[in-house]
C-alpha cells in the first residue's frame, strides 16, 4: 500500500494496489494526529463498495493505512 496524495482538508488517499484506493480522514486532536476511514457508507448493490467495506473491516488495514496517513501528513 502507498499514500497517493493529500485534500485540501488533510485527507491521505490510500492505494490499496487491489484495484481501489480509500481516503482516511486525519485531524489534530490537540497534541496528536488522530485518523479515520472516510467511506462508512456502503451500498450492497455496489461491487466496490462492498469490496471497500470488506477491506475496511480488517483491522490490519487499518493499521497499516492510517499509519501510512500520518507519515504522509507528518512529512507533507
Do not use: H
Not at 10 to 30: A, R, Y
Amino acid at each position: 500500500m502507498k499514500a497517493i496524495k493529500k485534500d485540501k482538508s488533510g485527507n491521505v488517499l490510500i492505494d490499496t494496489k487491489k484495484g481501489f484506493s480509500v481516503w482516511v480522514d486525519v485531524w489534530n486532536n490537540g497534541c496528536e494526529l488522530e485518523t479515520d476511514w472516510n467511506k462508512y457508507i456502503f451500498f450492497e448493490y455496489n461491487t466496490l463498495d462492498m469490496r471497500i467495506k470488506s477491506f475496511q473491516e480488517n483491522i490490519d488495514n487499518f493499521d497499516i493505512c492510517t499509519s501510512l496517513a500520518i507519515e504522509y501528513t507528518e512529512n507533507s
